[in-house]
């Protein structure tokens, strides 16, 4: 079935450092999502890629697909104290009506004050 | 109340237990899901109700039982768990058909505990 791996696993940066999580598929995917999980909280949507080559900017916050829409990454500039928490990559292969996901492991982010 | 919701937020039960747990989404959505997410371990889909029908069981064991009443509201009732079994139990719903928009709303999750 369809693997989709994150990494790091973990990741602790002072703050006004940069950050970057990447994940690999071992299939081609339709489109990727990415979810932001805060300690205690629940995911939480943060941006869907569709288009191989795909960028997309949410303030600090970059997001891409790679050509062959098998991996992507987000990237973080200058940390701060409320980028902490666990980001989630999941991929969806399509062929569904309901867009199942396959989620990456997480990257556990710290940041340092 | 606005989102998704569960109740209860947090459940303690023995092995031979029957609980249920509850999920409602005030989103108009058509599509409900239930995944375990434990320690150190990705989210894990149990179950997928699309416009009321179950389309996925992920080999779930049969002491997971869902059951989708209608779009709006989503149960998984247990019984004879296992320690194992403990985790955080997710709810989320999407917007089936709607490819460019169909990310998953997340309720705020039962974390279950299984003595």
């Known amino acids: 079935g369809q693997q989709v791996m994150q990494i790091p696993q973990y990741q602790h940066v002072q703050e006004g450092e940069d950050f970057t999580t990447y994940c690999n598929s071992s299939?081609?995917?339709?489109?990727i999502q990415w979810y932001k999980q805060r300690p205690g909280g629940h995911p939480v949507f943060l941006i869907q890629?569709?288009?191989?080559?795909e960028v997309k900017k949410q303030k600090r916050l970059t997001f891409q697909f790679g050509e062959a829409k098998k991996n992507s990454s987000l990237h973080i500039t200058a940390t701060q104290t409320t980028d902490v928490g666990t980001y989630f990559c999941?991929?969806?292969?399509?062929?569904?009506?309901?867009?199942?996901?396959?989620f990456g492991q997480g990257t556990i982010l710290t940041v340092h004050p | 109340e606005t989102g998704v919701t569960q109740t209860p937020r947090h459940l303690v039960m023995g092995m031979t237990n029957k609980k249920s747990l509850k999920c409602e989404q005030h989103?108009?959505?058509?599509?409900m899901y239930w995944y375990k997410q434990s320690a150190k371990k990705p989210l894990e889909l149990m179950f997928v109700?699309?416009?009321?029908?179950?389309?996925e069981n992920n080999s779930v064991p049969s002491r997971f039982s869902p059951e989708c009443p209608n779009s709006s509201h989503l149960f998984l009732h247990l019984h004879t768990l296992q320690p194992e079994d403990s985790a955080l139990y997710l709810c989320?719903?999407?917007?089936?058909?709607?490819?460019?928009?169909?990310?998953?709303?997340f309720g705020p999750g039962t974390r279950l505990t299984v003595l």
């Open positions: 299939t081609t995917l339709s489109n």
């Open positions: 890629l569709v288009k191989s080559g």
């Open positions: 989103l108009g959505h058509n599509a």
């Open positions: 109700y699309s416009l009321e029908e179950r389309v």
């Open positions: 999941a991929g969806s292969a399509g062929g569904t009506s309901y867009g199942k996901l396959t």
């Open positions: 989320a719903s999407s917007q089936a058909r709607s490819p460019a928009h169909n990310e998953q709303f």
